[in-house]
């Protein structure tokens, strides 16, 4: 198994050598849950999360949607205010004031639905009063297997017309419906990013003729950007950006500081929020903080020279879900800037401080109070939107309340 990764791997210095030989590349038991079997009984996360009681947190939830969206993914704004939200097994809903209307959108992509796959995330044109463009991530299910691809497409009324597929990945893949990626960003630089999971197949992340476990950039119109960093490399596909990836689930260009910044989920452990930069290893599998699900070690290492340290990370896992970057007025001043991300496993929303690119605090909120936060999203005019995982799932809005925060007796920090 080393050597066959090693010889993919795309790395030539030697460091692969002495990492590889810690691997032990087993899958977990049970792959296809997107959440911890089990948890290691201590953390290494150097500053411990700080839990906010639900009666110290000064806002409330607002049920928008109560129990009727099947499976929900994503939650994306029109420049008018209404909400799309997609639903794997192929729904495009619209949330219109706070009402979700009765009809789906019509000439969503046939999607290929199972484990975690179907239709995954939506992206709202940055120029779309005169596009009316979308673009949609999904897996596609052909003869030689399944496949991420991103569909560009306009909105007419109640119908997506002018349909364009604009990337596929690479290869297909068969029987691997889970750990997939699928989050739709786009950069600073006004490209486009597609984040690809390893589908357990923890190989694929080192390989650079394999999209498994990369961050994938591209124009707007599918075309290639002439200085991704690998180029002209004959042993490399020209749209990765990324690589060492096991399943980033969250990804965002608007943070106001001029970077891409992205949340995968590890194993047993080493959830990780990571800045993402041209060309960089992230080292899954070479390194992680996780464990396999049976305890076993996939490397002994947590950093290693030459690939990139997240900037935060997780143990035990919490499943990070998705990552967006507040702004508004609605949330206390100090929360401008920092990164909420929905967890699975957590069952919280978890709020990041960071400053100068490096997190000083991290609180987390609603601890098991609506289950699974599979998407977070902040509307313009600054509220914050939870979306809950499920087959019968809900969608919430924080809104402040005077009663709460006099009950809190103390601004919140």
Not at 172 to 192: E, Y
Request: charged fraction near 20%; hydrophobic fraction near 40%.
């Amino acid at each position: 198994m080393a050597s066959g990764l090693l010889g993919r791997s795309g790395i030539r210095n030697g460091l692969a050598t002495a990492l590889l030989s810690g691997l032990s590349l087993l899958l977990p038991a049970d792959a296809g849950a997107e959440v911890s079997v089990g948890e290691p009984q201590t953390s290494t996360t150097a500053a411990p999360p700080e839990y906010v009681p639900d009666s110290e947190f000064p806002f409330e939830l607002k049920k928008i949607v109560d129990g009727k969206l099947k499976l929900p993914w994503a939650m994306a704004f029109l420049p008018d205010g209404r909400m799309l939200v997609t639903e794997r097994p192929g729904g495009l809903r619209i949330i219109e004031g706070d009402t979700m209307l009765s009809d789906s959108i019509s000439g969503v992509p046939e999607v290929s639905v199972g484990g975690h796959s179907g239709l995954l995330d939506v992206l709202v044109d940055r120029n779309f009063p005169n596009t009316h463009r979308l673009f949609l991530s999904y897996m596609h299910g052909g003869p030689n297997g399944s496949t991420i691809r991103i569909l560009r497409a306009r909105l007419d009324g109640m119908a997506l017309i002018d349909k364009q597929v604009i990337f596929e990945s690479r290869p297909a893949i068969k029987n691997a419906t889970d750990q997939i990626g699928g989050r739709l960003a786009f950069g600073p630089d006004g490209m486009l990013y597609l984040t690809i999971g390893d589908r357990f197949q923890m190989e694929r992340a080192q390989n650079l003729m394999d999209d498994g476990g990369k961050i994938i950039r591209i124009r707007d119109d599918g075309s290639i950007p002439d200085d991704n960093p690998f180029v002209g490399r004959p042993d490399a596909l020209p749209e990765i950006y990324s690589y060492g990836h096991r399943n980033p689930q969250g990804l965002i260009g608007n943070a106001g500081d001029g970077r891409l910044w992205s949340v995968e989920q590890g194993p047993k452990g080493g959830d990780e929020l990571n800045l993402i930069t041209s060309g960089g290893n992230y080292g899954w599998p070479l390194v992680t903080f996780g464990t396999n699900y049976d305890d076993t070690i996939i490397s002994n290492l947590t950093s290693a020279p030459g690939l990139i340290d997240s900037v935060h990370h997780w143990v035990p896992s919490v499943a990070t879900a998705s990552l967006v970057s507040y702004s508004g007025s609605v949330m206390p001043e100090d929360w401008l800037g920092n990164f909420l991300v929905g967890t699975l496993v957590g069952q919280c929303l978890v709020r990041l401080e960071v400053t100068n690119g490096v997190v000083t605090r991290e609180r987390r909120y609603l601890h098991n109070t609506i289950g699974r936060i599979r998407d977070v999203a902040v509307s313009a005019d600054g509220y914050i939107y939870l979306l809950t995982d499920g087959t019968a799932a809900s969608l919430y809005r924080l809104e402040p309340t005077e009663d709460l925060l006099a009950k809190a007796n103390k601004p919140l920090q």
